[in-house]
């Protein structure tokens, strides 16, 4: 079977799997509460919480999935995600910042805290990018020990705001740092997606170079490619997705680790079928997860970072075994 017809079967398979999401849950809706006329509690969940969710997982999947696919193949690191470069980190510190001051204002119409998140991601990829260029060309493995070393760096300032924070600042901070797409209404899913849409073009324009500088940079220059340019374009678009994502939704680790490499045993390294596998596949992975840790606990609901980070763990693990075994 050709990659474009598993691509085309997955693509149906998560279709139908979005259309059955919306409707799993702790509180049992029928059809006739969504689609009729009266107002009923049914109607304004399914409309005001379900859909919005669904849709916030599935734009946040596929975001988180295209950077590590991008990250993955430009580092020709099978270990690499979209946070090894401190992009969830320093989001993550942009949010303490804020909650630590106490603010509450909006900017452009984006909340203050999301605002401060995605300014704390886009200074750990100039942070990054800066390391990077103190090299004549932009290094592979110097990039990855500058993301590695912010993230770090990050941390540690995060811990030192948790130091000095009072009980409900930590606690509020704490609950950021799980993740998740805890969302009413649509208004947290216009601020992410028009960044999200940016970034993915940026990945996809260069898809072709990606494939070349996933075998090797020398191959790729050989090519005809515009290494360096390549790698700032894709690293910048990336990071601007997943920045996007955490900004609204905070980390949500290993999505960017699992869906790359499943979709590539699925529909083989080709970057051009990749691209929209690893969109379509995370896009229902963590629509799924989110609709299962939206019952795993019921009534309560567990943040879906917590879901995907017990899941990463046993994948990274067997990762780790796989490559050992063909070492």
Request: aromatic share 10%.
């Given at each position: 079977m050709t990659p474009r017809r598993k691509l085309s079967i997955l693509f149906v398979l998560a279709g139908v799997t979005l259309c059955i999401v919306p409707w799993i849950g702790p509180m049992r809706i029928m059809p006739a509460d969504v689609f009729g006329d009266a107002v009923t509690p049914g109607r304004q969940v399914f409309w005001q919480l379900r859909i919005p969710q669904m849709l916030a997982a599935c734009?946040?999947?596929?975001?988180?999935?295209?950077g590590g696919m991008t990250f993955q193949g430009m580092f020709r690191n099978p270990l690499v995600t979209p946070f090894t470069l401190g992009v969830s980190s320093g989001a993550a510190f942009g949010a303490a910042v804020y909650m630590k001051l106490g603010w509450s204002i909006q900017v452009l119409g984006f909340s203050g805290l999301t605002v401060a998140a995605f300014l704390g991601a886009l200074l750990a990829v100039a942070a990054v990018y800066g390391l990077s260029c103190t090299t004549y060309r932009l290094s592979a493995p110097t990039m990855l020990l500058a993301g590695v070393a912010m993230s770090f760096?990050?941390?540690s300032l995060i811990m030192l705001i948790q130091y000095l924070s009072d009980a409900p600042e930590i606690s509020r901070l704490v609950y950021w740092l799980m993740g998740g797409v805890e969302i009413v209404g649509t208004e947290a899913i216009w601020e992410m997606l028009p960044l999200v849409l940016i970034g993915g073009v940026a990945v996809w324009w260069r898809r072709d170079e990606l494939n070349l500088l996933s075998t090797s940079e020398t191959l790729a220059a050989a090519r005809g490619v515009d290494v360096d340019s390549s790698k700032r374009i894709l690293f910048i678009g990336a990071s601007l997705m997943v920045g996007s994502v955490v900004a609204i939704c905070g980390p949500i680790g290993f999505v960017g680790m699992m869906v790359p490499h499943i979709?590539?045993?699925?529909?083989?390294?080709?970057?051009?079928v990749l691209f929209w596998g690893s969109i379509i596949f995370g896009a229902a992975f963590l629509a799924v997860c989110d609709m299962t840790a939206r019952i795993l606990i019921a009534p309560a609901r567990l943040p879906v970072g917590i879901l995907t980070a017990l899941l990463g763990g046993p994948f990274f693990i067997w990762l780790l075994m796989r490559d050992r075994g063909k070492g």
């Open positions: 734009i946040a999947g596929a975001a988180l999935a295209v760096f990050f941390a979709c590539r045993l699925l529909l083989g390294p080709n970057h051009r």
